[in-house]
């Protein structure tokens, strides 16, 4: 860096191992809080899709471009505040981030046409798709890389736990007959909280990360550091990156984004459970991500691959055999075991790449949704034509290509011996 660089962003004076483990943990239990709501908000365009679908009277397709224009605000979040993040710190993007999407999901209740469900979705997405690469730029640099899988389970945990939590929310306000928006209340929150991550944060701008600094910044200082992504001897990495986020995104939107819609129009699930099935395959990825988390520390971030060919092997089961609802949850349940084994995905990406580059280069997890927000596009059409689940069985192929992209790429963890 150059001497005015240096003042501009201040030189790094402290280790991260020298914060404590009580002060890394307070930021990051302030970091999960933050993506709990984040997890929230993101998934009421699933969750709650075949009631947003009713209240404004739309067609199956407009109901699933939701999804897609939702995606479209979070790629170009994510690639523009990954970089921002990268450049003013991830705290400060942070606070950014946290008031964006909690006052887009506030704005869903304003909602009362087509039109402003689009503006609604692309704002609230453009903010969410800022907070993956935001928080794992935080914690990759709070956390050494023995613990980081761990750690991003425990993340990814608490987004699952999140979107169970909706789930079973949403069951519980249709037994009691209120109406299902007050689950859009929820952004209050972050926006209250957001300024507390000056005081609980610490500013990654003057940290030196657990496992040093590469390129001797912490601080992204090109114009735009995206483009050191696509440097000769890393491009081929980040084309075939992309490109497993990308089906592993079409995939879960080609399954579980219609699951509720699924289980409604051609299961026959009431309401009252549709919430409880949904729920349980969450609280099953919330295990599994902590699972993963552990595995990939001690025998590499590669074989977590293995969750998507289980994946593979589940969906049919759920669309096709005649089971009961009890067992609906269970394969649902094991299911969102397999599906989370994308939980390391944000440790090992930062691995990849120089550390002032760890949030631009966790944004690669959402340059996938270029492919995936087609998905709802594709699969409604098709739905209408051949019925909800052969399209939704697409996915099994999505997941098993994925799982073949993911294996050709580099490891960053070496096995550990017993």
Same mark, same amino acid.
């Given at each position: 860096? @150059?001497?005015?660089?240096? #003042? ?6 402290? %280790? ?6 009580? %002060? ?16 929230? @908000?993101?998934?009421?365009? !699933? ?8 209240? =404004? ?55 009362? !046409?087509?039109?402003?469900?689009? *503006? ?19 914690? @990759? ?23 169970? *939590? ?44 657990? !496992? ?6 912490? /601080?992204?200082?090109? /114009? ?16 075939? =990156?992309? =490109? ?14 219609? *699951?509720? /819609? ?39 971030? %590669? ?46 990406? @930062? ?6 580059? %760890? ?51 580099? #490891? ?7």
């Amino acid at each position: 860096m @150059s001497e005015s660089a240096q #003042e501009r962003v201040g030189l790094p004076h402290v %280790r991260a191992d020298e914060l404590g483990l009580p %002060r890394r943990a307070l930021a990051l239990a302030f970091l999960l809080v933050a993506y709990f709501f984040y997890a929230w @908000s993101w998934n009421t365009i !699933d969750i709650l899709r075949p009631y947003i679908k009713d209240s =404004l009277g739309l067609t199956l397709t407009q109901s699933g471009s939701a999804y897609t224009l939702q995606s479209i605000g979070a790629l170009v979040g994510a690639v523009v505040m990954g970089q921002v993040a990268d450049k003013i710190g991830r705290r400060n993007a942070l606070v950014i981030s946290m008031i964006g999407f909690g006052s887009g999901l506030l704005a869903a209740l304003a909602v009362t !046409d087509y039109a402003g469900l689009v *503006a609604q979705r692309l704002y609230l997405g453009f903010f969410m798709g800022s907070m993956f690469p935001i928080a794992v730029g935080i914690y @990759s640099g709070l956390f050494a890389r023995e613990v980081r899988g761990r750690i991003a389970g425990v993340v990814f945990c608490t987004y699952n736990l999140a979107v169970s *939590a909706l789930g079973f929310v949403s069951s519980a306000v249709f037994r009691a007959g209120l109406d299902w928006q007050l689950m859009l209340y929820a952004g209050a929150v972050p926006v209250a909280l957001a300024f507390l991550a000056l005081a609980l944060v610490p500013d990654d701008r003057r940290l030196v990360p657990m !496992d040093g600094m590469v390129g001797g910044q912490t /601080t992204a200082s090109s /114009t735009l550091p995206v483009m050191e992504l696509f440097r000769p001897g890393v491009r081929r990495q980040t084309i075939f =990156l992309a =490109l497993m986020s990308g089906l592993n995104f079409f995939a879960y939107q080609a399954f579980t984004g219609w *699951a509720t /819609t699924f289980l409604r129009t051609e299961r026959g699930v009431p309401d009252t459970a549709v919430g409880d099935i949904v729920g349980w395959q969450f609280i099953g990825s919330a295990i599994g991500a902590l699972a993963w988390g552990w595995l990939s520390d001690h025998w590499g971030r %590669r074989i977590a691959a293995s969750g998507f060919v289980g994946c593979a092997a589940l969906i049919p089961i759920y669309l096709f055999a005649p089971v009961s609802v009890g067992a609906l949850e269970f394969i649902g349940f094991l299911y969102g075991i397999a599906l989370s084994c994308s939980a390391i995905w944000g440790p090992w990406m @930062s691995e990849l790449y120089p550390s002032h580059l %760890r949030s631009t280069a966790a944004s690669i997890f959402n340059w996938g949704r270029v492919i995936s927000m087609t998905a709802p596009l594709i699969t409604a059409p098709l739905a209408q034509a051949f019925g909800l689940a052969p399209v939704m069985s697409l996915a099994a192929v999505a997941f098993l290509l994925a799982a073949l992209v993911w294996w050709s790429l580099p #490891e960053t963890v070496k096995r550990r011996r017993p």
